[in-house]
């Protein structure tokens, strides 16, 4: 009986209710986009109502990918309830996206993910455009953010050294049956080639251009040293340690 009477509780929601807006429809549906020899897998999530902004997210790569895949849909629902258009994606390579993670020249194919979900993002119409980054993601975010004219960055778990990332799948992965040199980590696979190619990526020391508006949330401090590097420059930058 107690169920029941739970059950048949009704909510009057009045016109312009915080409930009413938190129950904002939206809807989530896969997509391909890139190009048509190699498309990308990508879900887009939006509402009922028209937007002018837009949020690229670029998600991590690894065992990252699968433990922040749900919340990150969430992250896309709420935005989207807040009136912006959000696009996930799968990088080049992985996941549902065309391609194999042995293939050469990882690096620069994932970093040209990033150029077309912004390119398939601006197509829609908007004209705010808004790049959120995890973990590796955010470091190709942080890379390329400036040069894809971007309006607002923000990153989360930022992978700011590529040697680090690297080290790190050594000692959680296994050697890759198909070629020693290789390690893998929770589907990932890096080659020799592509561990050369994110060693490269330092950007305690390699400053990337700055877009238009930084936020950091970190595990550190304000004022460490990556926070410390990326302040420098005089961009606007918000940082949250968390």
């Known amino acids: ?3 029941r009477s739970r059950q048949s509780r009704r909510t009057v929601l009045q016109p312009g209710g915080c409930k009413a807006a938190h129950e904002r429809a939206v809807k989530t549906f896969g997509t391909w986009f890139g190009s048509p020899a ?41 935005l989207a309830r807040a009136g912006r258009n959000v696009l996930r994606f799968d990088w080049d390579g992985t996941g549902d996206s065309a391609g194999d993670a042995r ?5 620069a194919a994932w ?17 705010r455009v808004v790049l959120v980054g995890l973990c590796l993601g955010a470091a190709f975010v942080l890379l390329d953010a400036a040069e894809l004219g971007v309006d607002e960055v923000a990153v989360c778990a930022l992978a700011a050294s590529g040697k680090r990332f690297i080290r790190k799948l050594k000692l959680l992965g296994i050697t890759d049956p198909e070629r020693p040199d290789g390690v893998m980590y929770s ?15 330092n ?9 238009a508006c930084t936020l950091v949330m970190t595990r550190g401090q304000p004022g460490d040293k990556l926070t410390s590097v990326l302040g420098a420059d005089g961009r606007e930058l918000t940082i949250i340690a968390c």
Do not use: C, F, N, Q
Not at 41 to 54: C, I, K, L, N, Q
Not at 103 to 107: I, K, L, S, T, Y
Not at 118 to 123: F, G, I, Q, S, T
């Open 1 to 3: 009986m107690l169920s």
């Open 38 to 78: 190699r498309p990308l897998a990508g879900w887009w999530t939006t509402s009922e109502r028209p937007s002018r902004d837009g949020v690229v997210i670029a998600p991590p790569l690894g065992y990252e990918y699968w433990s922040t895949h749900r919340s990150l849909r969430t992250l896309a629902e709420s």
């Open 103 to 107: 293939d050469p020249g990882r690096v």
């Open 111 to 127: 970093r040209a993910s990033l150029a077309e979900a912004v390119k398939a993002m601006r197509e829609t119409g908007v004209e």
């Open 187 to 201: 589907g990932l696979t890096i080659d020799a080639h592509t561990a050369a190619e994110l060693a490269t990526i």
């Open 203 to 211: 950007l305690e020391k390699h400053l990337p251009p700055a877009a």
